[in-house]
């Protein structure tokens, strides 16, 4: 039988019989080992082919690695592997990350509003089934808004492919976690769009937070709402989920964790308590409310921190960093998903409380209903400013994507006739690799990397980090 290994350098070169490059294959990467001499080792592993109705088919690939890099053992037995892979996926306008811990639990955060985080998970974990569904140990939605759980949905929608299983992935989650704001239908008078509110000394508290999701009557949803409900309410019919409403300190929803050194930090929402009464505090109109209040976690292992930001706006930014000069917490990490797509609405003290060495922006252009110029040149510059390394390193998933020019096309015709507004033809670009940021860390040594539109291409960077926090650049481990 093939001996389960991982790759233990920071990129190794997948070569053919003669020598010639398939792929670059990256720290943590699995691998079966078919056999091994003195100087290569001949493994198999997964290659991902795109198909023409954009579907991805994973196809085992066979080559060789090197057997060893210096002193460094290429391979190393999976079991003995203490990788965290932290996976920032391109879902467009809106946020969507995987985490898989080194024994295998996964946990989401967010999801996208579209097939593009279904359609990862899909390809990544091929041939799941009703009955032997991807577990999830952890779904976190940061908040409220659909760019942010409504591609969640889509995982429940796509079981019903039939006529395309390569699209097909069903899951399992175990715990669902938000922030406990619930948009209302839009009919719903702006002030009541989050649910009953109480004004307290002259501050607006939103009350009506709810736990699980599935008692909110479904006329008290607006239709992201409606949809997410659905396919919890299906998931929870397989198997009970446990839903929760986080809010700042309660890190004992992730203790399931722990047993791996793995530690996670609620920073927010933060509740208020005014005369008896307790709620999350109204930061203006709805929309500006429920992005304020996101879920922000902090991950810690080893001695690397990651800091999950949400959709949070500058009041909320603003509390955070009080609470952060005051001791009550600490926001400095390591690598920072940004907060809400690299808007211009950003706290400067905020981004210098959490000084970070790698930033990444979710974002991306999908059409002009949706284009609000993200992310803002002001952000980036900012976040190069405030970062604590003289060369901070600052992604975006939209830019990191890979697109190969295709041409003028004819717009696909159903029964002869182009969908409405795509009539005539226009020049065309294909997506050939889509913008994944990728971490992987031990907990002593850090690596970050993107692919290209090449397979021998792969932009990286590696950082060690000392007892005492500070971190250095570190000369990438090739083989």
Known sequence: MA???????????????????????AWGDPVSVVDEDASRVKVETTRYVEQGDGSIVPRPETGFVKRRAGRRL???PAAGS?????????????????????????????????????????????????????????MVVSHGDADHFAGLEEMHRSEARTDELLKRVFVQPSRVFHNGLV?????????????????????????????????????ELNAPFKTWKRALKAWNARRPIDFRRLAQGDHDAFDFLRDEGIDVQVLAPIVTERGGVTGLRSLGDPSHTINGHSIVLRLAFGRWRLLLAGDLNTPAEESLTADHEAGRLDLRSDVFKVPHHGSAEFSAPFLAAVSPVVAVVSSGDESARKEY??????????????????????????????????????????????????????????????????VRTDGERLLVYTNSGQARLKEAYAYTAAPSGEVAPAELVRA
């Open 373 to 438: 110029m993200h992310p803002r040149a002001t952000l980036m510059s900012a976040l190069g400013r405030h970062s604590r390394d003289p060369a901070p390193v600052v992604f975006v998933t939209e830019l990191v994507a890979f697109f190969e020019q295709v041409g003028w096309v004819k717009p696909r015709t159903v029964n002869g006739k182009a969908p409405k507004g795509r009539d005539r033809d226009f020049y065309a670009f294909r997506r050939t690799a889509y913008g994944l940021v990728r």
């Open 3 to 25: 001996e389960a290994r991982t790759i233990d350098v920071d990129l190794a070169a997948l070569t053919r019989e003669d020598g010639t490059l398939r792929t670059v294959l």
């Open 183 to 219: 948009k209302r239908p839009s009919s719903v008078a702006g002030s009541k769009q989050l649910g009953p509110t109480r004004k307290v000394g002259g501050e607006t508290l939103h009350t009506g937070l709810e736990s699980d999701l599935l008692a909110v009557p479904d006329q």
């Open 74 to 76: 290429v391979t190393v």
């Open 82 to 138: 203490r990788v965290l892979k932290v996976d920032f996926v391109d879902v467009q306008q809106g946020d969507g990350t995987l985490i898989e811990t080194p024994e295998g639990r996964l946990l989401t955060v967010d999801g996208g509003d579209n097939q593009l985080f279904a359609r990862y998970l899909a390809a990544r974990y091929p041939g799941t089934t009703a009955e032997a569904p991807l577990g999830i140990d952890a």
